[in-house]
């Protein structure tokens, strides 16, 4: 379960400010999460101390790992809210935001951090996590 903590960032991982707001998923939507990082753990071979940092927020560190960004990449596409690009599908995403958050606000972050690229998919997914951990003003959690 610590392990799945680490989507979303949405969405987030990595760093993490006072002035950002943990809220968690919905149930049904964290059921889908743990379900596809459960998959993702094992296809992906990501070591699990370093998910374990993610999980934590300790994205500060732990460094980009190829292991890590093939997960990311694997729970955003099983999970319905990443294209084969790596990025984000910003629509879905932000229906999952709870009604009292600034929906403006992060929607604008979204979208800067959903221009981040990699070499690859994995790499551009895991940039674009890195981004909204450190700029979003809400971070979704697992719990």
Known sequence: MRSVTLLFFILAVG????AQRKVPFP???ASDIIQAAS???LESGVN?????KFTNFDG??????????KFAYCTLLKTGYGKRDGRLKLDKAIAVMPNDVDIDTVKKVMEKCNEETGKDAPQ????????LSE???V???MI
């Open 48 to 52: 699990p101390d370093l998910l374990i």
């Open 124 to 131: 551009t997914t895991f940039r674009v996590f890195k981004c």
């Open 135 to 137: 700029k979003s003003p």
């Open 39 to 41: 998959q993702c753990i």
């Open 27 to 29: 149930p049904d939507v």
């Open 139 to 141: 971070l979704m959690t």
């Open 60 to 69: 500060k560190n732990v460094a980009e790992d190829e292991q890590l960004n």
């Open 15 to 18: 760093l993490t400010t006072a």
